[in-house]
């Protein structure tokens, strides 16, 4: 499914539009529609934990949601070797409007009690 990004990804501001495949049930690629070497390994963070924020008016405007609109909201992976060792980013969730096929990045507040960096390996264990 293709995606317009309507708020740019930080560090990554020239993509304008992606895709999104899925992997398996937890784990999707976000894929540049303008270069495909730029891509990031997504995954469900509520699959791993408690999970919840608010999305901003400006944001739910920009990505045209309403109280009917399917949302999804993923999380960048940096994986890394061993797989344990990987890196979700819960500070900088991906919100993704199936229904408009906008999508857009939220960095929440420093003050949140989830991290930038925090290792996945933390969460398999449970």
Do not use: H, W
């Not at 995606?3 to 992606?18: H, N, R, T, W, Y």
């Not at 303008?34 to 699959?47: G, V, Y």
């Not at 920009?62 to 344990?84: M, T």
Request: proline fraction near 4%; aromatic fraction near 8%; hydrophobic fraction near 45%.
């Amino acid at each position: 499914m293709k995606f317009d990004i309507c708020a740019p990804i930080l560090g990554f501001e020239g993509v304008k539009q992606i895709s999104l495949e899925k992997i398996d049930d937890n784990f999707m690629r976000m894929i540049s529609a303008e270069d495909s070497n730029i891509s990031f390994t997504l995954i469900n963070p509520f699959a791993l934990r408690e999970y919840d924020f608010e999305i901003p008016n400006r944001t739910q405007e920009l990505l045209g949601v309403d109280e009917k609109s399917n949302i999804l909201v993923l999380n960048i992976l940096l994986i890394q070797n061993p797989i344990e060792e990987s890196l979700v980013n819960f500070i900088g969730p991906m919100v993704f409007n199936t229904d408009t096929q906008k999508a857009a990045q939220i960095i929440l507040s420093e003050s949140t009690k989830y991290g930038v960096a925090e290792k996945i390996s933390v969460y398999l264990k449970k």
